[in-house]
């Protein structure tokens, strides 16, 4: 089987070894444009799609990024394994800066971001308990400590709103929930990633301590930009390796399948030009 992975994060993550026919794509959907032009590579046979999350110069704020255009774009484009790649704060001693965490849960603390395909004509409830594909989180795990990295397996990302970071009072609290790390784009991407049936997982990279940390604001500016240089750099090694693991990789994944049985709509309420809009994703279940 082909696959082609997607990967979302800064543009700085197209240097990849061995990257090769690498072309820009400029696609529109029915959301609108997605945050940049698509880029697109291969590696051997496997087809790599990449997508600037925030857009070229880093121009959108995470309220703003174009979440479903993003995630359709990527679905048309024939993604169905998509590694997000993002700087996070550290909410625990343990998860130093320049660590990386394979996350397995998610806490959303977002407000007004559409996080579903399905609001009105066809109604669909995906299963999202597990909201990680934990293939490819297990794919990372073993790409990342064969790069090195020190790696944590599993831990729960904090989708906060932002732009601004959290107050000490609300880091504080969210260390008392669990949290491992804490975010600002990981959700609704993830929801709209299972919607459209893709293999999702976050390759988490520690920038520093968030505000709870009692040293924290003895880091200065430079000391922050070295690990995020760094974590860059980390961060195209272990796309690199993971890229032969999921190219080796048979057969679908649980997410794969995500909404079979999840459109609750019945045929005959099923809005004709919403299902028009729709078919990428619904093709497969309403004929």
């Not at 255009?69 to 996070?88: F, H, P, Q, T």
């Not at 990386?100 to 999202?128: C, K, N, P, W, Y």
């Not at 609750?264 to 279940?285: I, M, N």
Request: aromatic share 6%.
């Amino acid at each position: 089987m082909a696959h082609v992975i997607g990967i979302l994060g800064g543009s700085g993550l197209y240097d990849l070894d061995g990257l090769e026919d690498v072309r820009e794509e400029t696609v529109d959907t029915p959301y609108g444009a997605p945050s940049a032009p698509l880029v697109r590579g291969r590696i051997g046979e496997t087809e790599l799609v990449f997508l600037a999350r925030h857009g070229r110069g880093h121009v959108l704020s995470p309220s703003k990024v174009p979440y479903r255009a993003n995630i359709w774009a990527l679905k048309e484009a024939g993604v169905k394994w998509l590694v997000s790649v993002s700087a996070v704060g550290s909410l625990q001693e343990q998860i130093a800066p320049g660590h990386v965490v394979l996350v397995d849960q998610f806490i959303d603390r977002t407000r007004g971001r559409a996080s579903t395909f399905f609001d009105e004509g066809i109604v669909a409830h995906i299963s999202f308990g597990d909201p990680v594909c934990p293939v490819l989180r297990g794919y990372l795990l073993k790409a990342a400590k064969a790069e090195g990295a020190t790696a944590h397996d599993g831990g729960t990302y904090l989708c906060m709103e932002g732009p601004a970071f959290s107050t000490r009072a609300e880091s504080n609290l969210y260390r008392r929930w669990g949290a491992a790390v804490i975010g600002m784009t990981n959700l609704p991407e993830a929801k709209l990633a299972r919607e459209a049936e893709m293999s999702y997982a976050t390759l988490a990279l520690s920038t520093d301590y968030d505000c709870w940390h009692p040293d924290h604001g003895n880091v200065s500016v430079e000391q922050v930009i070295d690990v995020l240089l760094k974590n860059v750099a980390l961060a195209r090694r272990v796309l690199r390796a993971v890229v032969p693991l999921v190219a080796a990789h048979e057969g679908e994944v649980k997410a794969h399948r995500a909404l079979k049985n999840a459109i609750l709509t019945s045929p005959g309420a099923v809005d004709p030009a919403k299902r028009a809009e729709l078919d990428l994703l619904v093709r497969g279940y309403l004929g």
